[in-house]
């Protein structure tokens, strides 16, 4: 299970979340699962410890 340490970063990796990003910059979360559309980030760089997609891990992604 993932862990914020409260120094910045995580330990861990967030299972069944993917990320995307938009062609205008946002970041999207998508459950890898379902394929429903989660939280979208407009600030500056992606979610931590949020594979990007295509990543492979829980299901095969195409």
């Given at each position: 299970?993932?862990?914020?340490?409260g120094?910045?970063?995580?330990?861990?990796?967030v299972?069944?979340?993917?990320?995307?990003?938009?062609?205008?910059?946002?970041?999207?979360?998508?459950?890898?699962?379902s394929?429903?559309?989660?939280?979208?980030?407009?600030?500056?760089?992606?979610?931590?410890?949020?594979?990007?997609?295509?990543?492979?891990?829980?299901?095969?992604?195409?």
């Open positions: 299970m993932a862990t914020n340490t120094n910045g970063f995580r330990r861990g990796a299972t069944a979340r993917t990320q995307f990003q938009h062609s205008n910059g946002d970041w999207q979360k998508r459950d890898e699962r394929g429903q559309f989660m939280e979208r980030k407009s600030s500056e760089g992606p979610f931590k410890g949020v594979a990007r997609e295509p990543d492979g891990r829980d299901t095969k992604n195409s």
